[in-house]
């Protein structure tokens, strides 16, 4: 596998640039190459193209074999990129808008929808075969800002409308919604800066309803982040919230855990594992929704933050398979520097950077930590 010392993975001088891109041109082709049967235009396998056996050389094939999906959060801006998307299709079979179907995107103004974008990441995403996670229908962050005007029976109908309308649209086209989104402080209660938890508890289990009305085919997820160990008063709080929903008879099906990993702080492995088997014995699938690590405060050269980051990946990626109900694990977007964490907005909140926190660089190479997750896959 192809990757660069750190300290070259930014765009390199223009002296470098011709030759990396000829080996990045070199490893995205490989990587295409890598990709069983050639998809056709129309994302059909021609019945006369013998599909190719798997190539356990990607990261799909990889979790195939483990009856698991791997997924990316993929935006539609970087669509234009070159490589992004042979490397996105080549290399997963699971798919998450990272922007394009959260409220302020869809229902910018009351009633008036805007799909296109998200239309594209799903039609990308059934060319290529992969799964599609839907993120998010209810969420306190990137809200319309006319959401934010209002409270009581307003809100609740304006969440109902925005639920029903999203989850109608795409109909039989998403195979998982993450519906309420960190409803939950650091205290196990509902977040107080969320507007929706004036609306009372019921709110969420109202989400869910028009949820699964809408799309009765769709698994419905709650998903929130640092609830990754097996104590702690966040985790336990998200415990009892799912615990109830699954009781009261609330269709829900699942719960994602982020995995935004923060080495300076973080649950052992088998605290994780711990925890998702106390969620699957709840009768819930989980999934690992939104993993990156970041590497920035991590002691030592590149390299051995590196040889870290691959470490603490493969510990977390066995963990979640030694769970049978852990069933897809998604990385929150494709490059380091497409990466939130690489936004010096959102950086700090993993210390100083810079973090390269995904699974492929800046020229779209493998890295360590890509070898980290193939070797967990591969039980190795
Ligand atoms: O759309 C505007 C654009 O019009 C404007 O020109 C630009 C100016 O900076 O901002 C754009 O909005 C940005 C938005 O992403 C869409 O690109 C916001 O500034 C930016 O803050 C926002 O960041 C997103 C963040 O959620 C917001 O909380 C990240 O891309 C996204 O990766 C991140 O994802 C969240 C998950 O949805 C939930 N779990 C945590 C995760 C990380 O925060």
């Excluded at 989980?286 to 051995?304: K, N, Y």
Aim: hydrophobic share 40%.
């Amino acid at each position: 596998m192809w990757y660069t010392r750190p300290d070259v993975i930014h765009p390199a001088p223009r002296r470098f640039a011709a030759r990396l891109t000829l080996v990045s041109l070199m490893v995205s082709l490989s990587a295409c190459v890598r990709r069983s049967a050639p998809i056709a235009p129309t994302g059909h396998t021609p019945s006369s193209v013998a599909a190719a056996p798997p190539d356990l050389g990607s990261l799909r094939a990889l979790a195939s074999t483990q009856k698991r999906h791997v997924g990316v959060a993929l935006a539609t801006w970087h669509f234009s990129e070159p490589h992004y998307q042979e490397v996105a299709a080549a290399q997963f079979n699971s798919l998450t808008p990272e922007n394009e179907m959260k409220w302020e995107s869809v229902e910018p103004q009351p009633g008036q929808f805007s799909f296109r974008a998200g239309d594209a990441l799903v039609s990308f995403a059934e060319q290529h075969q992969m799964r599609v996670r839907g993120h998010t229908l209810v969420w306190h962050n990137q809200v319309a800002s006319w959401v934010k005007r209002l409270s009581g029976d307003q809100l609740h109908s304006a969440m109902i409308n925005h639920v029903t309308a999203s989850v109608e649209h795409w109909k039989g086209r998403i195979a998982q919604w993450d519906v309420v989104n960190e409803a939950i402080g650091d205290d196990g209660a509902l977040r107080q800066n969320s507007p929706f938890t004036a609306l009372g508890p019921g709110y969420i289990a109202d989400a869910f309803r028009a949820a699964h009305a809408a799309d009765p085919s769709a698994e419905l997820v709650y998903n929130d982040y640092e609830t990754e160990g097996d104590s702690g008063a966040k985790s336990d709080g998200m415990y009892r919230l799912v615990k109830e929903l699954k009781e009261s008879g609330v269709p829900i099906h699942g719960v994602g855990f982020q995995m935004h990993v923060d080495p300076r702080n973080w649950p052992s492995a088998d605290s994780i594992q711990r925890n998702l088997e106390r969620f699957a014995a709840l009768g819930l699938f989980v999934e690992l929704t939104e993993m990156d690590i970041a590497v920035g405060e991590l002691p030592g050269t590149p390299e051995e933050k590196f040889t870290r980051q691959k470490q603490i990946a493969h510990e977390i990626v066995s963990a979640c398979l030694r769970v049978p109900a852990c069933v897809g694990i998604t990385f929150w977007g494709l490059t380091d520097p497409q990466s939130w964490l690489s936004d010096e907005h959102w950086g700090r909140l993993r210390g100083r950077g810079p973090h390269f926190p995904l699974l492929f660089d800046a020229n779209y190479r493998p890295k360590p930590v890509f070898d980290g997750v193939a070797q967990a896959f591969r039980g190795e």
